[in-house]
């Protein structure tokens, strides 16, 4: 079994009227089934509303299906009793790292996981540590976190899950209140745990240049995975992209207008160093 593992898995949104009567259901999930291999670098995309987010939540336990299963490294995760290891198996980076900050100092908030898992004092600062220093962000350990730009602020809501030992570390739209340094500072972050930690990454997001690098894709549409590959199959599709209502990268688009145009070039391009190469061979 992958460290993540889901079987027919579906959730539904029950909708309530002003006095508590139930006045609809919205089936977000539906009959998901994905098997994620430790070590694995996944994206998974949609347009608002697919369902991608409220999949990413069952990954980490704040939701549980209301029909099939999900496991998180052999964890069945409607086992009221072993929610806390989920969460310490995988770990979740959210939207706004506002959200996620609640020390005074860099260096108090990554230690606030550990020291609630009851870690011990000394090891808690040797995760701080080594947490700050994968991140790039030791130097600021002694800073306030409302002083740091945006993509910092992240990188320590990162640290914070690292200092957790986790095996997959979830990012539910990590960058989207960030500028494009910041973004760019996020993923970065997200490869190098990725390449270098071999920490699972589920990568939810609607930028579709931070997925490029990604070992696979899921598309997500109306709560179902709607296409599943290699970023290049998946990028390779743009008309399916676009009747998903999904973009593709700046290079896969503008190499997909050239070919339309009569070029020969290759589907696939996700790089300008990739339709730099391509636009060299026709000449």
Known sequence: ?????????????????????????????????????????????????????????????????SEGE?????INTAEAARIWDVRQKAGMVFQNPDNQIIGQLVEEDVGFGPENLGVPTDQIWERVEESLKLLGMLEYSKHSPNKL???????????????????CII?????????????R???RAARALNDVEKITIVLITHYMEETIYADRLFVMDH??????????EIFSQVEKLEELRLGVPQATKVAYELK?????????ILTRQELREALKACL
């Open 1 to 65: 079994m992958g460290i993540i593992k889901t079987e027919k898995l579906s959730y539904e949104y029950i909708r309530r009227d002003d006095e508590g009567n139930v006045s609809g259901v919205t089936r977000a999930v539906d009959d998901v089934s994905i098997d994620v291999t430790q070590g694995e670098f996944i994206a998974i995309l949609g347009h608002n509303g697919s369902g991608k987010s409220t999949l990413a939540k069952h990954i980490n336990a704040i939701l549980t299906p």
């Open 260 to 268: 339309k145009a009569g070029m020969p070039i290759p589907d696939g």
């Open 223 to 232: 709560g179902r995975i709607a296409m599943e590959g290699t970023p290049k």
């Open 70 to 74: 999900i496991w998180v490294d052999g």
């Open 171 to 183: 990012f539910d739209e990590p960058t989207a209140m960030l500028d494009p340094h910041g973004r």
């Open 185 to 187: 500072e996020v993923v």
């Open 149 to 167: 730009s945006g993509g910092q602020k992240q990188r320590v809501s990162i640290a914070g899950v690292l200092a957790m030992h986790p095996k």
